[in-house]
């Protein structure tokens, strides 16, 4: 029998083989995870001693975290706009920039007259429904509509739906190079899609190059694919006011912008930097 001080420390010693910034956080969560308590917990009882079973696969999973194999994926939790959404293998973990986004269009709805009616909210390659599940959640008024082309990412969506008993969301299975979207006319169209260069996709940390879904990284040749077929798609589904909201990399501000630009529509826009202080998130406004 082994103690939790004893496979803490165990833990992080195998973590930092790799260049981790944190990796007593890592072991932290491994253990709440398989012993079903919070880290407080493990710090009032560090002389507590664990059956084998538990010792057997926190090795484990502290080695396979050693491998560069992403927390969420063994866990099947990742926290998000302050609601606990489950992840697995096959979708995006969601990343705290993405917040950036989802508040961004909170804010909005409350300071416009969307706030006093029914507003439709198109959320296009939703993954783990991170974004869509959280607008469902936090704007009470709203009829969200999910898309992606993955199965995973549909099952995924649905399961955190599930979980938050929300019955004003919908998954749709669709790929939006190819599936003509109906005549529905949308007030908010929100996307984190795909906005990594192909070429680099491979230079990326080996969590997100070896184990996350190329198809949620992949942004064609120059990173801007996704943007530009979203562009096209929401020419033909804003409803009168509407706001086009995505989320871009560091160095993207002034190509999306362009894109936005390009489509003769919108009255303004706007960009908002992360917590990082990096250009984030892209919004136009009829």
Known sequence: MVTIEKLLKD?????????????????????CHLLKKDRVYLHLNRKQEVDEEIKSMFYEMANRRNQGYPLQYMTNVQEFMGLEFYVQEGILVPRPDTEILVEKIIKFVNNSDLKDRTLKILDIGTGSGAIAVSLAYYVKNSLVTAVDVSDTAIKTANINIEKY?????????????????????????????PYIKKEIIKDLPVEVSEYEPRLALDGGEDGLLFYRRIAEVFGRIHGEDAVL????????????EMIFKNLNIFKMIETDKDLGGNDRVVTGFL
């Open 245 to 256: 909201c995505v989320e871009i990399g560091h160095d993207q501000k002034q190509d999306v």
């Open 11 to 31: 833990g992080t010693e195998i973590i930092k083989q790799r260049d981790y910034n944190n990796p007593l956080l890592d072991v932290q969560l491994i253990l």
């Open 165 to 193: 008993n929300l019955k004003n969301i919908k998954t749709v299975k669709a790929d939006i190079f190819e599936d003509v979207f109906p005549d529905e006319k949308y007030d908010i169209v929100v996307s984190n899609p």
